[in-house]
């Protein structure tokens, strides 16, 4: 079965890379150029960060279990918090407005909403209202650029 799968994916990959290399350059770039930068920009970030990825995943499987039985301990917040500055502070540039440090800022709005913590939630969740966008958001930006420029080419080109 898994020989099977393998198969169909790369008879698959290689239709894909067969119809992009078919399309015009400027359609090559919006639809696999761009997405294909974006995705190894956040594959790069997420490599840079996997041992804090990892804690994270850890944390936030111990913070669904304790919301389900109750308040989540002060322990696995306080873990949570330091887990934070220490990302933080490996980060070259501010990192604040980042996937992984909004992935962690989301765990502890949730720790301090089961906890009944009002105050401490809000001000997590008013960490969350500026963030970066997500990969769809910043591939669709991009693309978007891309093809206003082209269509002012054409513009140009046709007037």
């Not at 913590?117 to 209202?129: G, W």
């Amino acid at each position: 079965m898994t020989a099977l799968r393998i198969g169909t994916l790369s008879s698959a990959f290689g239709s894909v890379v067969a119809v992009s290399n078919e399309l015009a350059p400027d359609a090559k770039k919006i639809f696999v150029d761009i997405p294909a930068a974006v995705y190894q920009q956040r594959t790069a970030e997420r490599a840079k960060a996997f041992a804090t990825l990892t804690e994270l995943a850890t944390l936030t499987e111990r913070v669904k279990t304790e919301r389900a039985a109750g308040p989540v301990s002060d322990d696995a917040t306080e873990k949570l918090r330091k887990l934070r500055v220490t990302y933080h502070a490996t980060c070259k540039t501010d990192c604040t407005r980042g996937v992984i440090f909004a992935a962690i800022t989301k765990q502890l709005f949730w720790a301090y909403v089961s906890r009944g913590d009002a105050p401490a939630a809000m001000a997590e969740s008013k960490l969350l209202e500026h963030l970066d966008p997500t990969a769809q958001q910043l591939i669709a930006k991009q693309q978007e650029d891309a093809i206003d420029k082209a269509i002012g080419r054409v513009s140009r080109v046709a007037a």
